[in-house]
Protein backbone atom coordinates (compact mmCIF):
# COMPACT_ATOMS: atom_id res chain seq x y z
CA UNK A 1 0.00 0.00 0.00
CA UNK A 2 1.10 3.31 -0.99
CA UNK A 3 2.22 5.75 1.76
CA UNK A 4 0.32 8.52 1.81
CA UNK A 5 2.05 12.58 2.09
CA UNK A 6 0.71 15.68 3.15
CA UNK A 7 2.77 18.88 3.37
CA UNK A 8 1.79 20.48 6.13
CA UNK A 9 1.91 24.92 7.13
CA UNK A 10 1.61 25.75 3.42
CA UNK A 11 1.64 29.87 3.11
CA UNK A 12 1.49 30.67 -0.50
CA UNK A 13 -0.46 28.90 -3.35
CA UNK A 14 2.98 28.53 -5.58
CA UNK A 15 4.13 26.25 -2.59
CA UNK A 16 0.53 24.52 -2.85
CA UNK A 17 1.07 23.87 -6.40
CA UNK A 18 4.55 22.51 -6.29
CA UNK A 19 3.87 20.07 -3.34
CA UNK A 20 0.76 18.51 -5.68
CA UNK A 21 2.88 18.57 -8.97
CA UNK A 22 5.68 16.78 -6.74
CA UNK A 23 2.83 13.88 -6.11
CA UNK A 24 1.70 15.07 -2.41
CA UNK A 25 -1.80 13.88 -1.76
CA UNK A 26 -3.10 16.74 0.77
CA UNK A 27 -1.84 20.07 1.71
CA UNK A 28 -2.30 21.46 5.50
CA UNK A 29 -3.36 24.94 6.21
CA UNK A 30 -2.69 26.38 9.96
CA UNK A 31 -5.51 27.99 11.56
CA UNK A 32 -3.51 28.95 14.64
CA UNK A 33 -2.54 32.16 14.80
CA UNK A 34 0.56 32.21 16.86
CA UNK A 35 2.08 29.86 14.81
CA UNK A 36 4.61 31.03 12.07
CA UNK A 37 3.23 29.14 9.14
CA UNK A 38 -1.02 30.64 10.06
CA UNK A 39 -2.71 31.95 7.32
CA UNK A 40 -6.23 33.69 7.44
CA UNK A 41 -9.68 33.20 5.98
CA UNK A 42 -9.45 34.74 2.53
CA UNK A 43 -5.31 33.53 2.40
CA UNK A 44 -6.48 30.29 2.43
CA UNK A 45 -9.06 29.94 0.36
CA UNK A 46 -7.72 31.55 -2.34
CA UNK A 47 -4.98 28.50 -1.37
CA UNK A 48 -7.27 26.18 -1.43
CA UNK A 49 -9.59 27.57 -5.46
CA UNK A 50 -5.81 27.03 -6.80
CA UNK A 51 -5.90 23.17 -5.87
CA UNK A 52 -6.49 20.53 -8.54
CA UNK A 53 -9.21 17.82 -8.05
CA UNK A 54 -8.72 14.78 -6.12
CA UNK A 55 -6.07 16.97 -3.12
CA UNK A 56 -7.44 17.49 -0.08
CA UNK A 57 -7.09 20.49 2.20
CA UNK A 58 -6.77 20.06 5.53
CA UNK A 59 -7.56 22.98 7.99
CA UNK A 60 -5.26 22.52 10.99
CA UNK A 61 -6.54 24.09 14.49
CA UNK A 62 -5.41 24.44 18.19
CA UNK A 63 -8.10 24.18 20.70
CA UNK A 64 -10.74 26.90 18.31
CA UNK A 65 -13.36 28.78 19.37
CA UNK A 66 -16.49 26.40 17.29
CA UNK A 67 -17.19 29.82 14.67
CA UNK A 68 -13.53 29.86 12.95
CA UNK A 69 -14.00 26.07 12.07
CA UNK A 70 -17.53 26.78 11.04
CA UNK A 71 -15.99 29.77 9.14
CA UNK A 72 -13.14 27.74 7.28
CA UNK A 73 -15.83 25.24 6.66
CA UNK A 74 -18.25 27.68 4.55
CA UNK A 75 -15.75 30.02 3.19
CA UNK A 76 -12.35 27.76 2.94
CA UNK A 77 -13.80 24.99 1.35
CA UNK A 78 -11.95 22.33 4.20
CA UNK A 79 -13.75 19.07 4.47
CA UNK A 80 -11.39 17.38 6.53
CA UNK A 81 -10.27 19.28 9.92
CA UNK A 82 -7.36 18.32 12.38
CA UNK A 83 -7.28 19.39 16.16
CA UNK A 84 -4.04 19.57 17.62
CA UNK A 85 -4.79 20.87 21.16
CA UNK A 86 -7.02 19.12 24.41
CA UNK A 87 -10.09 19.07 22.41
CA UNK A 88 -12.73 16.12 23.40
CA UNK A 89 -14.08 14.15 20.80
CA UNK A 90 -17.44 15.95 21.34
CA UNK A 91 -16.38 19.05 20.08
CA UNK A 92 -13.98 17.52 17.36
CA UNK A 93 -17.24 15.75 15.90
CA UNK A 94 -19.44 18.27 16.19
CA UNK A 95 -18.89 19.57 13.12
CA UNK A 96 -20.00 16.76 11.16
CA UNK A 97 -16.37 16.67 8.75
CA UNK A 98 -14.40 14.32 8.38
CA UNK A 99 -11.73 14.74 11.25
CA UNK A 100 -8.11 13.96 12.74
CA UNK A 101 -6.81 13.91 15.94
CA UNK A 102 -3.17 14.95 17.17
CA UNK A 103 -1.69 12.60 19.68
CA UNK A 104 1.62 13.70 21.45
CA UNK A 105 3.29 10.93 22.11
CA UNK A 106 5.19 10.27 25.64
CA UNK A 107 4.88 6.41 26.18
CA UNK A 108 3.47 2.84 25.19
CA UNK A 109 0.03 4.10 25.95
CA UNK A 110 -0.36 7.25 24.35
CA UNK A 111 -1.59 5.97 20.49
CA UNK A 112 -4.20 2.79 22.11
CA UNK A 113 -5.50 5.64 24.59
CA UNK A 114 -6.01 7.97 21.75
CA UNK A 115 -7.70 5.62 19.57
CA UNK A 116 -9.74 4.52 22.78
CA UNK A 117 -11.05 7.97 23.36
CA UNK A 118 -11.27 9.28 19.90
CA UNK A 119 -13.12 6.74 18.48
CA UNK A 120 -15.00 8.94 15.59
CA UNK A 121 -11.58 10.02 14.38
CA UNK A 122 -10.74 9.39 10.90
CA UNK A 123 -7.53 8.52 12.04
CA UNK A 124 -4.62 9.69 14.31
CA UNK A 125 -1.63 12.39 13.76
CA UNK A 126 1.29 11.13 15.95
CA UNK A 127 3.55 13.86 16.87
CA UNK A 128 6.49 14.53 19.13
CA UNK A 129 5.72 15.40 23.01
CA UNK A 130 6.67 18.78 24.04
CA UNK A 131 5.11 20.35 27.14
CA UNK A 132 5.35 23.97 25.93
CA UNK A 133 3.98 23.22 22.14
CA UNK A 134 1.25 21.71 20.57
CA UNK A 135 2.84 20.40 17.38
CA UNK A 136 5.46 21.56 15.00
CA UNK A 137 8.34 20.80 17.12
CA UNK A 138 10.51 19.74 14.58
CA UNK A 139 12.02 16.55 16.60
CA UNK A 140 11.55 12.88 16.01
CA UNK A 141 10.84 10.88 18.89
CA UNK A 142 10.90 7.28 19.30
CA UNK A 143 9.08 5.16 16.79
CA UNK A 144 9.22 1.87 19.02
CA UNK A 145 5.94 3.64 21.00
CA UNK A 146 3.38 3.27 17.88
CA UNK A 147 1.69 0.33 18.40
CA UNK A 148 1.07 -2.42 15.28
CA UNK A 149 -2.45 -2.49 16.16
CA UNK A 150 -4.12 0.36 14.62
CA UNK A 151 -8.34 0.42 14.44
CA UNK A 152 -7.86 3.70 12.23
CA UNK A 153 -5.33 5.33 9.83
CA UNK A 154 -2.15 6.48 11.42
CA UNK A 155 -0.36 9.62 10.12
CA UNK A 156 3.33 9.68 11.30
CA UNK A 157 4.58 13.74 11.57
CA UNK A 158 7.34 14.75 13.64
CA UNK A 159 10.88 16.32 12.68
CA UNK A 160 9.91 14.20 9.60
CA UNK A 161 12.96 15.42 6.54
CA UNK A 162 14.33 13.63 3.53
CA UNK A 163 17.14 12.15 4.97
CA UNK A 164 14.74 10.20 7.75
CA UNK A 165 11.31 9.65 6.53
CA UNK A 166 12.69 6.20 4.09
CA UNK A 167 13.60 4.88 7.48
CA UNK A 168 10.84 5.96 9.32
CA UNK A 169 8.28 4.75 6.76
CA UNK A 170 9.55 1.64 7.10
CA UNK A 171 9.34 1.12 10.33
CA UNK A 172 6.08 2.39 11.46
CA UNK A 173 4.29 1.78 7.87
CA UNK A 174 1.61 4.34 8.25
CA UNK A 175 -1.23 5.56 6.06
CA UNK A 176 0.69 8.55 5.43
CA UNK A 177 3.34 10.96 6.37
CA UNK A 178 3.20 14.67 7.25
CA UNK A 179 6.25 17.42 6.72
CA UNK A 180 6.23 20.84 7.49
CA UNK A 181 9.44 22.21 8.30
CA UNK A 182 11.76 19.66 7.19
CA UNK A 183 10.70 21.10 3.11
CA UNK A 184 11.20 24.62 4.30
CA UNK A 185 13.46 27.13 3.58
CA UNK A 186 12.48 29.02 6.42
CA UNK A 187 9.08 28.99 8.25
CA UNK A 188 6.24 28.99 6.19
CA UNK A 189 8.23 28.73 2.84
CA UNK A 190 8.59 25.95 1.56
CA UNK A 191 11.26 24.50 -1.21
CA UNK A 192 10.43 22.84 -4.07
CA UNK A 193 13.19 20.60 -4.56
CA UNK A 194 12.76 19.49 -0.64
CA UNK A 195 9.50 18.86 -1.52
CA UNK A 196 10.73 16.45 -4.40
CA UNK A 197 13.13 14.32 -2.63
CA UNK A 198 10.74 14.03 0.36
CA UNK A 199 8.30 12.63 -1.60
CA UNK A 200 10.74 10.58 -3.78
CA UNK A 201 12.05 8.92 -0.37
CA UNK A 202 8.80 8.46 0.71
CA UNK A 203 7.55 6.77 -2.17
CA UNK A 204 10.95 4.36 -2.34
CA UNK A 205 9.67 2.85 0.52
CA UNK A 206 6.09 3.20 0.87
Avoid at 133 to 149: A, H, M, N
Wanted: with cysteine.
Amino acid sequence: MRTRVKICGITRIEDAVQAVEAGADAIGLVFYPPSPRAVDVEQAARIVRALPPFVEAVGLFVNPDPDLVRTVIDEVGIGLLQFHGDEPSSFCAQFHQRWLKAVRVRDMEDVPSAYRVYPDASGLLVDAYDPKKYGGTGQIFDWSLIPQERPRPLILAGGLNSANVAAAVAAVRPWAVDVSGGVEREKGIKDASRIIEFIREVNRVG
